[in-house]
């Protein structure tokens, strides 16, 4: 009888060693689907965003569609063949600038441009370029920023370190007021208005086809126009959409 009671006690022991071992490889088991799954969901975040950074991107940011959408019919300044009226502004250097006081000039390259847009950074070796080729021809660049100086970033003192720092050969004007850019219909910067030798609009739009990289412009729009000016010819196109950044108006 003894014996068998310890046999029976064996037994016992034996079944319940066999079934600890079985739960715990079970537990185990859980364990390892367990990381397993967080590890694929980890996985699966991490996967969520594909490419470079944000700030390792080439190219301007995006600024949202950077061409203008509204036709010149609604956008309300000049037309095509309108005579733009001549202006007065503050210069970087502190002189005051018109259409009037440029001498021996043939044609007015006026472009609404700023500090700060990538779109205008990308143009300023183009617009400096520009001039240093057409302003002996007779036809000058003439920079306006419309921006509100509301922004410190775009203020007449920011105005005049950026163009000393990019070492600027052409007039940069302060729209004070932000009453020249309606007139003219500016809505982005850049935003190029060509005239001729009497204040007439010629051309409208951008400067060539290409912001992001200059190598690769296979239309340069302004070139294009002012050669046919100068070849007493109209330019065509006579417009094309702006691209670039939308002019800031003051919350006024």
């Known amino acids: 009888m003894k014996r068998i009671s310890m046999l029976i006690a064996i037994i016992g022991l034996s079944t319940?060693?066999?079934?600890?071992?079985?739960?715990e490889a079970s537990d185990k088991k859980d364990l390892t689907s367990e990381n397993q799954h967080k590890d694929r969901?980890?996985?699966?975040r991490d996967g969520d965003h594909k490419g470079p950074p944000p700030g390792d991107r080439k190219g301007p940011p995006k600024v949202g569609s950077p061409e203008q959408t509204k036709p010149l019919e609604e956008i309300g300044g000049y037309?095509?063949?309108?005579v733009a009226t001549d202006f007065n502004l503050k210069?970087?250097?502190?002189?005051?600038?018109?259409?009037a006081s440029i001498e021996s000039a043939k044609g007015y390259i006026v472009t609404f441009t700023c500090n700060e847009c990538p779109f205008s950074k990308l143009y300023e070796d183009r617009l400096i370029a520009l001039h240093n080729t057409y302003a002996s021809q007779g036809y000058s660049v003439i920079a306006i920023n419309p921006n509100s100086p509301e922004n410190e970033k775009e203020g007449y003192e920011a105005m005049q370190q950026r163009a000393k720092e990019k070492g600027f050969p052409f007039a940069y004007l302060v729209d004070e007021g932000q009453k020249i850019y309606p007139q003219?219909?500016?809505?982005?910067t850049p935003h190029v208005f060509l005239l001729d030798k009497e204040f007439k609009v010629q051309y409208i739009g951008t400067i060539d086809d290409n912001a992001k990289s200059p190598e690769d412009v296979k239309v340069k729009y302004l070139e294009n126009a002012i050669n046919a000016l100068q070849n007493g010819k109209k330019p065509e196109p006579n417009f094309t959409k702006a691209n670039g950044c939308p002019v800031k108006a003051s919350r006024a």
């Open 16 to 23: 319940s060693v066999l079934v600890s071992c079985k739960n």
């Open 184 to 188: 003219y219909g500016a809505v982005r």
């Open 41 to 44: 969901k980890g996985a699966h």
């Open 79 to 82: 037309k095509i063949g309108d």
């Open 91 to 99: 210069n970087v250097d502190g002189s005051m600038v018109s259409l």
